[in-house]
Every structure is written in C-alpha cells, then in structure tokens.
C-alpha cells in the first residue's frame, strides 16, 4: 500500500470516527463551515495564510476578541494562545463542541488571542502554491519533521 493511500485511509477514519456534522465536500470539515459556525455565535473571525518554504498553504483561524453576546469583560490586554490540533484533526477540533465546552470559544471570552493553525493535509490546508494536487503522491511526501519546521 502505498504511503499516499496510507494516510488517506486514516484522514478518513479520523473523519469518520469524529461524526462531524461540518463536513465539506472531501468529507472533513470545510474552512466556509467553520467561519459561519464562529460568525453565527457571534464571534469575531479572521483567516490568515501562510506559505511554507516547501509551498503548502497552511490556514490559521483566530479569534481576537470574545463574543459580544457573552458579557465577557471588557478585555484590556489580550494575550496571544496558538491551540495547534492534534494528528488526523484540525481547528475544528478546538470550536466545534457547543461553545461553553469548546476552548477555542472559551479563551476567546476569557481575553485571550486565539490562533488556530492548521497543518498541511488537514481538511482546511489542502492546497499548495506550486500547483501540486492532493491527487498527486508528491503531495503527501513529507514527514512529521517537516511539521515541526514549517
């Protein structure tokens, strides 16, 4: 089997296994899904692009400030948080649990600066610069070192 094949079959398990109602069209959760879940609980959200030095378009989500509708306290200093989510998953893992139970939301309202990254080959980070497919084998050919430096 090859290593390709290898990694789809667990993304897909992981997706499957999380029941994820957020799902976009490859199955995992969609960026569009995710921005309307934090805007319809009245959260502030922004989308940042990073280029790695090996041309994948890694996504972070952040919330900067609480939402309005919480009576959280007026936030005079916010200290950055980056929540990195674990192998198989992705930001959604930190917003998708109803938002008293979801720490993304739950730092957003206690001043802090939420960052939510997303590594290559998530469902939100599927993409790279140099036009390189997901379809294609070199687009999986990279290691968990590579994760770590870029």
């Given at each position: 089997?090859?290593?390709?094949?290898?990694?789809?079959?667990?993304?897909?398990?992981?997706?499957?296994a999380s029941g994820n109602a957020l799902a976009g069209p490859t199955g995992g959760p969609s960026l569009e899904n995710l921005l309307l879940l934090s805007t319809s609980r009245?959260?502030?959200?922004?989308?940042?692009?990073?280029?790695?030095?090996?041309?994948?378009?890694?996504?972070?989500?952040?919330?900067?400030?609480?939402?309005?509708?919480?009576?959280?306290?007026?936030?005079?200093?916010?200290?950055?948080?980056?929540?990195?989510?674990?192998?198989?998953?992705?930001?959604?893992?930190?917003?998708?649990?109803?938002?008293?139970?979801?720490?993304?939301?739950?730092?957003?309202?206690?001043?802090?600066?939420?960052?939510?990254?997303?590594?290559?080959?998530?469902?939100?980070?599927?993409?790279?610069?140099?036009?390189?497919?997901?379809?294609?084998?070199?687009?999986?050919?990279?290691?968990?070192?590579e994760l770590t430096r870029s």
């Amino acid at each position: 089997m090859s290593s390709r094949l290898s990694t789809l079959l667990l993304l897909a398990a992981a997706t499957a296994a999380s029941g994820n109602a957020l799902a976009g069209p490859t199955g995992g959760p969609s960026l569009e899904n995710l921005l309307l879940l934090s805007t319809s609980r009245g959260y502030e959200v922004e989308t940042h692009y990073v280029v790695t030095a090996d041309f994948y378009n890694l996504t972070l989500i952040r919330h900067p400030s609480p939402a309005p509708s919480k009576g959280a306290p007026a936030c005079t200093s916010r200290k950055p948080v980056v929540l990195l989510h674990g192998i198989f998953c992705s930001s959604a893992v930190w917003t998708v649990p109803e938002p008293d139970a979801a720490l993304g939301f739950l730092l957003a309202d206690h001043c802090y600066d939420v960052w939510m990254p997303n590594m290559r080959g998530n469902q939100i980070s599927m993409t790279r610069t140099d036009g390189i497919t997901a379809d294609d084998d070199l687009f999986w050919h990279w290691s968990f070192d590579e994760l770590t430096r870029s």
